[in-house]
T-cell receptor
């Protein structure tokens, strides 16, 4: 089955700096890669996703890149703010039919220091 | 519109007891997923429903776990003879048929004493 590795496990940055979180996946058939933000005690919230037919996607301060050959994808947050502090999870999915079950990484605790 | 809801938000039970966890998906979402999240880990897939049928239950850890979705909307995750290792947050997610974007509920925190 799919295996997703995520690094780093913790990341501390100063407000205004950029943050980068990296993930690798094992199943070359995976074709959907979402990123979720989870605040303490809250539900995971989708912040951005990318599909295997594109290499990069951007939404305001957040961008995701995908390298299918190397089987890795990354989340980039620019101009970080204290409210960006949370746990971020990457995930991968192979849409075998209509089943998009997600395999998650272990998460990255991002702390943005004011 | 309303998001995915789950009840109860917290459940404390004793080892050996039976529990039921409920998920109300977003209206019109035919796909429903259950995940389990242990402390400090990412969610782990348990079971996937498309409509009323369990299309993929490969993530259920053993036969003490069972889930139903009799009318293709609300789903119930049932755990028999609970063990302390079952303690975790149980998350539910839903999506439209044929679409990959999943929306999560707030989860049920299960504690087995």
């Amino acid at each position: 089955g799919e295996n997703v590795e995520q690094h780093p496990s913790t990341l501390s940055v100063q407000e205004g700096d950029s943050a980068v979180i990296k993930c690798t996946y094992s199943d070359s058939a995976s074709n959907y890669f979402p990123w979720y933000k989870q605040e303490l005690g809250k539900r995971p919230q989708l912040i951005i996703d990318i599909r295997s037919n594109v290499g990069e996607k951007k939404d305001q301060r957040i961008a995701v890149t995908l390298n299918k050959t190397a089987k890795h994808f990354s989340l980039h947050i620019t101009e970080t703010q204290p409210e960006d502090s949370a746990v971020y999870f990457c995930a991968a999915s192979n849409s075998g039919g209509s089943n998009y079950k997600l395999t998650f990484g272990k998460g990255t605790l991002l702390t943005v220091n004011p | 519109g309303a998001g995915v809801s789950q009840t109860p938000s917290n459940k404390v039970t004793e080892k050996g007891k039976y529990v039921e966890l409920r998920c109300d998906p977003i209206s019109g979402h035919t796909a429903l997923y259950w995940y389990r999240q242990s402390l400090g880990q990412g969610p782990e897939f348990l079971i996937y429903f498309q409509g009323t049928g369990a299309a993929d239950d490969s993530g259920l850890p053993n036969d003490r776990f069972f889930a139903v979705r009799p009318e293709g909307s609300v789903s119930t995750l049932k755990i028999q003879r609970t063990e302390r290792g079952d303690s975790a947050v149980y998350l539910c997610a839903s999506s439209r048929f044929g679409l990959d974007t999943q929306y999560f509920g707030p989860g049920t925190r299960l504690t087995v004493l």
